[in-house]
């Protein structure tokens, strides 16, 4: 019974994976670089977007897709600041899915306009666990985990803080207010991913905002091609 | 291809129900009202639980199933409290589920003793999607909403809140820090879920959490074979 649950799973990760490779290539055609950008409900993705790409300058054109369960707020809020943002429900049916798929991304892509971009962040729905699991054609998988949530989350469900290649540890304004010891959660964050790049960030007072555009930019600058 | 999609998904829930009834049977034989708890990741759940339960006076015997995708920081926890508490990890093969269903319940209960219990707060696995799909044979299902996650989670996972019966609107003691208008939140509630009882709770400063204590133990007074 078991086995053929795994089997399932694993046809369902195969067929993710093709279209995945479909979406990548077509993001490569087009010469942009697409990152995953994941958290849990409420770290603050779309915060941190809104503070990072309206500043990316003239030379990096930035857009995002938006990934949500039901309703368009995160979207209106980018699309305020002038970003090119398409939504991307996924709450049509059943109660909803719980993360992004390659195949909702590419049903997407149409009302993307990627010849007019050189980066795209998609930005998935808030959950730990499953957005992980399917890849939907990126070239970089980021997370952010807000210092609110505790110093356990590395260790709960290492493999979010393993499938990214960048961790924004969010809300750290907040730290003299909380019992988040730091040190910990770092512990817990190199025991599951040793040496992960990480960023302290504060969406709200702006802190360490800079080094996350720096970063945006530096993968927009490498030819898509040359990955 | 949606409509063989949605099928399935229809299958597998009748089986959870189906199981889901076997374990509401097996708790009402033993007398024991059973607690779904639901939050997104770092709410704040095993806080309140480590702040209620061990309060709850000899009267009401209490344990909890601790639903985790991998480790068990959180019944460690609970178990220094003098707590009974049963793990259940959901890690096992793939790379997680990300919710509980009634059949990794129904496993996990010949290690939980019924008969000693009068309520069983079952934690799930901190996910504000699934979780609300899958009943598992609960009286009652709770869920934790911290303030640090932002105002507009009622209309972004407005399944979660619409399936639960009483909301913990928790981190309260953070509130002067954040940007969070609480009347926004209970706004946004009140549009999905009109009227849901509601309380202001902080984990950490103790605050409201005698009115949660209260809940529980009123839950626990009423025979389970009246409900």
Same mark, same amino acid.
């Given at each position: 019974? &078991?086995?053929?649950k795994?089997?399932?799973?694993?046809?369902?990760?195969?067929?993710? /994976?093709?279209?995945?490779?479909?979406?990548?290539?077509?993001?490569?055609?087009?010469?942009?670089? +697409?990152?995953?950008?994941?958290? /849990?409900?409420?770290?603050?993705?779309?915060?941190?977007?809104?503070?990072?790409?309206?500043?990316?300058?003239?030379? +990096?054109?930035?857009?995002?897709?938006?990934?949500?369960?039901?309703?368009?707020?995160? @979207?209106?809020?980018?699309?305020?600041? &002038?970003?090119?943002?398409?939504?991307?429900?996924?709450?049509?049916?059943?109660?909803?899915?719980?993360?992004?798929?390659a195949?909702?991304?590419?049903?997407?892509?149409?009302?993307?306009?990627?010849?007019?971009?050189?980066?795209?962040?998609?930005?998935?729905?808030?959950n730990?666990v499953?957005?992980?699991?399917?890849?939907?054609?990126?070239?970089?998988?980021?997370?952010?985990?807000?210092?609110?949530?505790?110093?356990?989350?590395?260790?709960?469900?290492?493999?979010?803080?393993?499938?990214?290649?960048?961790?924004?540890?969010?809300?750290v304004?907040?730290?003299?207010?909380?019992?988040?010891?730091?040190?910990?959660?770092?512990? &817990?964050?190199?025991?599951?991913?040793?040496?992960?790049?990480?960023?302290?960030?504060? @969406?709200?007072?702006?802190?360490?905002?800079?080094?996350?555009?720096?970063?945006?930019r530096?993968?927009?600058?490498?030819?898509?091609?040359a990955r």
């Amino acid at each position: 019974m &078991h086995r053929v649950k795994v089997r399932v799973v694993e046809d369902v990760l195969d067929a993710n /994976a093709t279209i995945a490779r479909a979406n990548r290539e077509d993001f490569e055609r087009a010469g942009v670089t +697409v990152v995953n950008l994941m958290s /849990a409900p409420g770290a603050g993705k779309t915060t941190l977007l809104e503070r990072a790409l309206p500043e990316l300058g003239s030379d +990096v054109r930035a857009g995002v897709l938006e990934g949500d369960v039901q309703g368009s707020f995160d @979207a209106d809020r980018l699309a305020s600041m &002038h970003v090119p943002v398409v939504q991307l429900n996924t709450g049509n049916g059943f109660g909803g899915e719980c993360h992004l798929d390659a195949n909702m991304v590419r049903s997407a892509l149409p009302q993307v306009p990627l010849g007019e971009l050189d980066l795209l962040v998609v930005e998935n729905v808030g959950n730990l666990v499953c957005p992980a699991e399917f890849r939907i054609g990126e070239h970089h998988r980021v997370m952010v985990s807000a210092v609110t949530e505790g110093e356990d989350k590395p260790a709960k469900y290492p493999l979010m803080f393993r499938a990214c290649e960048l961790v924004l540890i969010n809300k750290v304004d907040l730290l003299e207010q909380l019992d988040f010891d730091l040190q910990k959660f770092l512990y &817990h964050l190199d025991a599951v991913h040793p040496g992960v790049p990480r960023l302290l960030v504060s @969406a709200r007072t702006g802190e360490g905002v800079e080094r996350w555009r720096d970063w945006l930019r530096a993968q927009a600058a490498v030819p898509v091609e040359a990955r």
